[in-house]
């Protein structure tokens, strides 16, 4: 059974930093995209960022700039590095995993696109 659970969310002041982690179970992540998403209170789910099998990534353009997502293979983790945080920023992030493999930008942007979901974690910047 595939698991992710995230890990690293809290509190932080605008433009401090957080980052989070995701750990990987129960398939073989090294040939999987994995990314975030976030849901603030109110909104629709966003996407965040991904980074495809070959290294590749891809933000949305509100965090370009001031997050950067990683993968450690060996571990089966994903990490999300975010500086410079806003309280835009403020939202529960969610950790998220799909087979698809594909170089638009545009595959990896819609929630059907993937097939397992962490739990989210919550971050929170104040002013």
């Known amino acids: 059974q595939v698991q992710l659970v995230e890990s690293g969310g809290g509190s932080a002041q605008a433009g401090g930093s957080l980052r989070l982690s995701c750990a990987a179970s129960?398939?073989?992540?090294?040939?999987?995209?994995m990314g975030w998403f976030r849901q603030a209170p109110g909104k629709e789910r966003e996407f965040v960022a991904v980074?495809?099998?070959?290294?590749?990534?891809y933000f949305v353009d509100s965090v370009k700039g001031r997050f950067t997502i990683s993968r450690d293979n060996i571990k089966n983790s994903v990490y999300l590095q975010m500086n410079s945080l806003k309280p835009e920023d403020t939202a529960i992030y969610y950790c998220v995993t799909t087979p698809r493999d594909c170089v638009a930008y545009g595959c990896y942007k819609g929630v059907g696109e993937y097939d397992y979901w962490g739990q989210g974690t919550q971050v929170t910047v104040s002013s």
């Open positions: 980074i495809r099998r070959s290294g590749a990534t």
């Open positions: 129960g398939r073989t992540f090294s040939t999987y995209a």
